[in-house]
């Protein structure tokens, strides 16, 4: 069976991927690849040499799918505290998709990134502790991941003004040539400390652009809330076009 999606809205929309509400499940959603970027598209931006790689080592629902298999494997239930479950694939009228855990507030809206709620609330407590609980898991579970880019975390709010938790919901697995899992100890947990540093990095780079008028770049902001009514949530004067795609 075909789902259909052009019929609604995706909620968001990353470099590389359409993310919309699943039509018969309102708690997962459905990751495709976006028509307007496809993966020879994305192949070819690469440029040489590692555009000399197959086709389908582009294609970031394949890579997440084997991923959260491998972590299932080796890591149990306690990471997917932090990282959003997912479910596998299914048929749709924009190719195949893949289907994961739709992180939700309290009230029934679509989490923000981590990029907006700093934008919006800067560094309370709150945030900063769910950060911290992050990184920990991070770094104790040497869980391999690309950067801990601000619009691929999700802030989950429990009531108002409270924090459940951060939640990871791309960018997992790691880029580098030799898999992960077969590098020594030592040298994987210094790739997992970097990742951590590079967030707080990045944190810090945008309180301190938090000056400015609108939203830093596109990446990081919801086009619809999720809800029967949504509401069209942003400030969408945000909506600069960046240099290039990134997921
Ligand atoms: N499981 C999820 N729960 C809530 N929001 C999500 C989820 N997955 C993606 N999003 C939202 O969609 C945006 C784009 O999704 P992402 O998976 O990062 O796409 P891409 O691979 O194109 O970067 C994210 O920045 C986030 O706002
Ligand atoms: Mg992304």
Redesign the pocket.
Known sequence: MTLILSAQEP???????L?FVHPEDDQR?I?VR?PDFTLEDRRRKKGFPKNLKPLYSFD?NREEYLVMQQLTRTYGEQVFQNI?RCFGFVDTDYGKGLV?????DHDGA????LKKYLWDHGLNEEVQRAIDNLCRLWEQEIVPSRDLLL??I?VQQRQEGLISRL?V???LGSAGLIPFHWLPAAQRKKKVARKTANLHERVNTLLSQRGQDSFPGY??L?LHDGRPESTLAQDINASEQEDSPS?
Request: charged share 20%.
């Open positions: 909620f968001a929309q990353g470099g590389n991927r993310c959603c990751k976006r970031d959003s994961s855990e739709l992180i939700r679509i989490s923000q990134t619009h691929n999700v939640v919901i791309d960018g990446h990081g919801l997921s």
